[in-house]
């Protein structure tokens, strides 16, 4: 174990607990912001106070890391501050998004996203796609095996996605703006159509594309009983038309790996930072 990195996990959902438990295999590490959360055995004794004026080398944040003026750690009683988690001077703190609204928060620290990670992103995919599934697996009353389903974009979850529901037996189709994304879609096997057509007898619809792609013309054009599923960041694929006639129709499913695989995903982000220090992104200067 390297004891010459300390590092502090500072709030969060589950992930971050995980991630907590992984790195302690290899460093220092402390778990701040889970007094209220039910802890598995790996990581009830990480748990830590500020009381004793401990300096951390290191602090990881979560996917989402602000709520207000503090950190976003909803399993803690009262507000988790930058002025109270004792980070070294020079020291770095790694974060999912908002990371420039993170560096004000922290200017006497180096800020790093853990999104930067290729191998982090696409494994994450990967989780999106499968929690997407099970959620559609939930809500449809319908196997899988030839279910007409279409997919918007062909980026890391959709292609994830294509793949997985194909194993099902689903018959794919991936909605595209260019000829390159047709091209990739067809790589994947799936059907192609374009998004300025896009509409039909799908039965389910999942949405990966950042941007609008949906508006209350587009999806007057599908099934009346068609399961629309948003895995896009906002402001997502769907108007505010789209939405409101869609109702509970439209399922937003965002962070998906946190709720369905979160030991997993931990250790995805645990492998990343882990991965980063190494490379030398956690040096520090008095």
Same mark, same amino acid.
Do not use: W
């Given at each position: 174990?390297?004891?010459?990195?300390?590092?502090?996990?500072?709030?969060?959902?589950?992930?971050?607990?995980?991630?907590?438990?992984?790195?302690?295999?290899?460093?220092?590490?402390?778990?701040?912001?889970?007094?209220?959360?039910?802890?598995?055995?790996?990581?009830?004794?990480?748990?830590?106070?500020?009381?004793?004026?401990?300096?951390?080398?290191?602090?990881?944040?979560?996917?989402?890391?602000?709520?207000?003026?503090?950190?976003?750690?909803?399993?803690?009683?009262?507000?988790?501050?930058?002025?109270?988690?004792?980070?070294?001077?020079?020291?770095?703190?790694?974060?999912?998004?908002?990371?420039?609204?993170?560096?004000?928060?922290?200017?006497?620290?180096?800020?790093?996203?853990?999104?930067?990670?290729?191998?982090? &992103?696409?494994?994450?995919?990967?989780?999106?796609?499968?929690? !997407?599934?099970? #959620?559609?697996? =939930?809500? %449809?009353? $319908? +196997?899988?095996?030839?279910?007409?389903?279409?997919?918007?974009?062909?980026?890391?979850?959709?292609?994830?996605?294509?793949?997985?529901?194909?194993?099902?037996?689903?018959?794919?189709?991936?909605?595209?703006?260019?000829?390159?994304?047709?091209?990739?879609?067809?790589?994947?096997?799936?059907?192609?159509?374009?998004?300025?057509?896009?509409?039909?007898?799908?039965?389910?619809?999942?949405?990966?594309?950042?941007?609008?792609?949906?508006?209350?013309?587009?999806?007057?054009?599908?099934?009346?009983?068609?399961?629309?599923?948003? &895995?896009?960041?906002?402001?997502?694929?769907?108007?505010?038309? !789209?939405?409101? #006639?869609?109702? =509970?129709? %439209?399922? $937003? +499913?965002?962070?998906?790996?946190?709720?369905?695989?979160?030991?997993?995903?931990?250790?995805?982000?645990?492998?990343?930072?882990?991965?980063?220090?190494?490379?030398?992104?956690?040096?520090?200067?008095?």
């Amino acid at each position: 174990m390297r004891n010459d990195i300390k590092i502090l996990i500072a709030g969060g959902d589950m992930r971050q607990v995980y991630c907590a438990a992984q790195l302690a295999e290899r460093y220092s590490v402390s778990l701040a912001g889970f007094e209220n959360a039910q802890l598995p055995p790996a990581a009830a004794e990480l748990n830590t106070s500020f009381a004793d004026g401990e300096l951390f080398d290191v602090a990881v944040l979560p996917m989402k890391p602000l709520s207000g003026e503090g950190v976003n750690a909803p399993y803690h009683s009262g507000k988790l501050l930058p002025a109270d988690m004792n980070i070294r001077g020079g020291g770095t703190v790694f974060a999912g998004l908002d990371t420039e609204r993170v560096a004000e928060l922290f200017p006497r620290q180096k800020v790093v996203s853990y999104l930067g990670r290729e191998e982090l &992103l696409l494994k994450n995919a990967v989780l999106t796609a499968e929690g !997407a599934v099970q #959620l559609a697996l =939930e809500a %449809l009353d $319908r +196997a899988f095996s030839g279910l007409p389903v279409l997919v918007v974009g062909t980026g890391r979850i959709a292609s994830a996605l294509i793949l997985i529901l194909r194993g099902f037996g689903a018959d794919v189709t991936a909605a595209v703006r260019s000829s390159a994304s047709a091209a990739r879609a067809q790589l994947l096997g799936a059907k192609q159509t374009y998004t300025d057509s896009i509409g039909g007898e799908y039965v389910l619809v999942f949405n990966t594309a950042p941007e609008n792609v949906f508006s209350d013309t587009e999806v007057g054009r599908f099934r009346e009983d068609t399961l629309f599923i948003e &895995l896009a960041s906002a402001p997502g694929g769907f108007d505010d038309a !789209a939405a409101e #006639l869609l109702g =509970e129709r %439209l399922v $937003r +499913a965002p962070g998906l790996p946190g709720k369905t695989a979160p030991v997993t995903a931990g250790e995805i982000i645990a492998e990343a930072v882990s991965a980063m220090i190494e490379e030398g992104g956690a040096g520090y200067e008095d």
